[in-house]
């Protein structure tokens, strides 16, 4: 299914226009401007499953940052953001039916935040338990007598201490820890746990954290979702498992101009290819031992 058809960007004379116009200040930056037109990125033709590839500091993640505000998609993690970037945003032109709801940024990022809050969240379960530990053994010694109803709670605290063990009581008290995973555990849900059917899904390096088997494991799922479920992905991301990804259409943002790809023509992936090449014997000579 395809929702959004295409997305232009403005080239590099329309951004010297604008700066142009710009009230004389000094700026450090004024990003997003100048960063995709380095390359002359200046329109995306989309499929079931796009792919923004380029090495660091090549765009993709501020061309999908751009697409996702232009579309109207919010993501949970903040984004870099200047003064500039509703301006530059606002000189895009896309070609989009109807956005499905539930559409949406999936970024690594987030996976990031979830995790920290968790591991917030049962520190401080931790830093209490000590606290219900001496309130049990002290409801467990008194002796309430029910005089008025403000004697209720703690008649029903003592009563409740009385009839549990020690870690019962504690963890009625505090509700058990949230379960933690790994981090590629963890990411890999968080993708996965994410994307439904009918909707469009904008993919910010979904690999980060992910062992090989785990990336490849995405990247099949991601394919089963654009072909069976009604999905479309616009993916940023430079690693050869969802590079892979049957019938995905790769932009090359390390090309000047960008320039579609198959992903084994990609100066990355060749580099990955050359290496374990050189290596070839060592693993011969090992799965022969």
Same mark, same amino acid.
């Given at each position: ?158 009563? =409740?201490?009385?009839?549990? /063990?020690? @870690?019962? #009581? %504690?963890?009625?008290?505090? !509700?058990?820890? *949230? ?52 999905? =479309?992905?616009?993916?940023? /991301?430079? @690693?050869? #498992? %969802?590079?892979?990804?049957? !019938?995905?259409? *790769? ?39």
């Amino acid at each position: 299914m395809i929702y959004l058809r295409s997305f232009t960007f403005p080239d590099g004379d329309r951004e010297f226009d604008y700066c142009m116009g710009v009230k004389r200040k000094c700026y450090s930056s004024y990003y997003p401007f100048r960063v995709l037109s380095q390359h002359r990125l200046e329109r995306i033709d989309f499929e079931p499953v796009t792919i923004l590839c380029g090495s660091n500091g090549s765009g993709k993640s501020t061309a999908l940052q751009v697409i996702a505000r232009k579309a109207g998609l919010q993501r949970e993690s903040p984004y870099n953001r200047t003064s500039f970037f509703d301006d530059y945003v606002s000189l895009c032109r896309m070609d989009a039916g109807a956005i499905p709801p539930g559409s949406r940024v999936l970024a690594s990022d987030d996976v990031f935040d979830r995790m920290i809050a968790v591991r917030e969240l049962n520190g401080g379960i931790d830093s209490r338990r000590e606290d219900v530990f001496e309130a049990y053994m002290e409801a467990k010694r008194s002796h309430v007598q029910l005089r008025s109803m403000e004697d209720y709670a703690s008649l029903r605290r003592q009563n =409740q201490a009385r009839r549990q /063990t020690q @870690s019962r #009581f %504690v963890r009625e008290e505090l !509700g058990m820890n *949230v379960r933690t995973f790994s981090n590629g555990e963890n990411a890999f849900k968080a993708f996965t746990g994410e994307i439904g059917e009918d909707a469009l899904y904008l993919l910010d390096e979904p690999e980060n954290s992910l062992s090989p088997r785990r990336a490849q494991e995405l990247a099949q799922f991601i394919e089963d979702s654009a072909r069976f479920m009604g999905c =479309q992905f616009v993916i940023a /991301t430079h @690693s050869p #498992f %969802v590079l892979a990804i049957r !019938g995905a259409k *790769v932009y090359d943002l390390d090309s000047d101009p960008v320039t579609v790809r198959r992903w084994t023509e990609l100066e990355s992936v060749r580099e990955t290819y050359a290496f374990f090449e050189r290596h070839r014997a060592a693993f011969e000579r090992e799965s022969g031992e």
